[in-house]
């Protein structure tokens, strides 16, 4: 199955400065999930990007998904308090055979300084 | 709709015990996954329900048992708990087979184990 290796696996940024978490895969990727899980929570759905080079925003919030299928980033813009929370990738690692699984990114722990 | 529940929340087990972690969920989803996740070592699969009256490994699987009692209950078994699964538990489901894209898991509350 597809291995993905996240970065970085901490971050530590003061209030109002931007934040960007990679996921590398050394395969092409269908697609590539995001999640976000708040301290003591769940996991919860960001997005989904199935499209070579595709780009989706939601507010501060910038998805990316590399020409070649193979990387994705999230890029917070102006962190805030409420951003705070464990950033994770995740894919499906039979290419999209319809396996329903997904194989999830170690995360990257973001705190945000007030 | 409640979601994903989960029960119990915490648990504190002693080494050979034996326990049943129980999730439902009320979205009429197809697929149901068990996931354990320990610090620095993100979610990791241990079972899945692809579809009603299936299930297959995962990631993780030794030490575990699933049931998928029907279309909106699935169980995790620990036969004899060891302190290597002390751990947060997730379970999670799905829209799986037949859905249109996205297939976004949605995750329960989890359950948090200890085994001494």
């Known amino acids: 199955g597809q291995q993905v290796m996240q970065i970085p696996q901490y971050q530590h940024v003061q209030e109002g400065e931007d934040f960007t978490t990679y996921c590398n895969s050394s395969?092409?990727?269908?697609?590539i999930q995001w999640y976000k899980q708040r301290p003591g929570g769940h996991p919860v759905f960001l997005i989904q990007l199935v499209k070579s080079g595709e780009v989706k925003k939601q507010k501060r919030l910038t998805f990316q998904f590399g020409e070649a299928k193979k990387n994705s980033s999230l890029h917070i813009t102006a962190t805030q308090t409420t951003d705070v929370g464990t950033y994770f990738c995740a894919l499906d690692p039979h290419s999209g055979a319809g396996s329903y699984q997904l194989t999830f990114g170690k995360g990257t722990k973001l705190s945000v300084i007030p | 709709n409640a979601g994903v529940t989960q029960t119990p929340k915490f648990q504190v087990l002693k080494t050979g015990q034996s326990m049943t972690l129980q999730c439902a969920q009320d979205m009429n989803h197809n697929s149901m996954y068990w996931y354990r996740q320990d610090p620095g070592m993100g979610l990791r699969l241990i079972y899945y329900?692809?579809?009603?009256?299936?299930?297959d490994k995962g990631e993780v699987p030794n030490g575990y048992n699933v049931s998928r009692l029907n279309k909106r209950e699935f169980s995790l078994r620990l036969e004899s708990a060891a302190p290597s699964q002390t751990s947060v538990y997730f379970c999670?489901?799905?829209?799986?087979?037949?859905?249109?894209?996205?297939?976004?898991?949605?995750f329960g509350p989890g359950t948090r184990l200890t085994v001494t």
């Open positions: 999670a489901s799905s829209e799986g087979w037949g859905a249109t894209p996205p297939y976004e898991q949605y």
């Open positions: 395969t092409t990727l269908s697609n």
């Open positions: 329900s692809a579809s009603e009256g299936t299930t």
